[in-house]
Nanobody, 114 residues
Framework: QLVESGGGSVQAGGSLRLSCAAA????????LGWFRQAPGKDRERIAT??????TIYADSVKGRFTVSKGAKGTLYLQMNNLKPDDTTRYYC???????????WGQGTLVTVSS
């Protein structure tokens, strides 16, 4: 099971770093990704990092967010220059193949005020 953390409240232009960790498994050799879903909107895949380190970003976060992996496949999302539109709950997911990523955890809430 993956557990997201690091959310909080910041002002526009601020930064947060989200983490996603597995208590009992090493996901270093899996694809890992971050998603978000605002109320009334479709779920958005915002960043993925594949087994070989290849990263892909949604246009909405490109240049502002950076995805990375740490020890034992811990996943991070560095979020800079946050905007009010970034306010929502963020989720992580893992799978052997990026195309099958499907988050199902509790997520972590990010609130950006103007």
């Amino acid at each position: 099971q993956l557990v997201e953390s690091g959310g909080g409240s910041v002002q526009a232009g601020g930064s947060l770093r989200l983490s996603c960790a597995a208590a009992a498994y090493d996901y270093s050799n899996f694809c890992l990704g971050w998603f978000r879903q605002a109320p009334g909107k479709d779920r958005e895949r915002i960043a993925t990092i594949d087994r070989d380190g290849t990263t892909i970003y949604a246009d909405s976060v490109k240049g502002r967010f950076t995805v990375s992996k740490g020890a034992k496949g811990t996943l991070y999302l560095q979020m800079n220059n946050l905007k009010p539109d970034d306010t929502t709950r963020y989720y992580c997911a893992t799978h052997g193949q990026c195309k099958y990523l499907n988050p199902w955890g509790q997520g972590t809430l990010v609130t950006v005020s103007s």
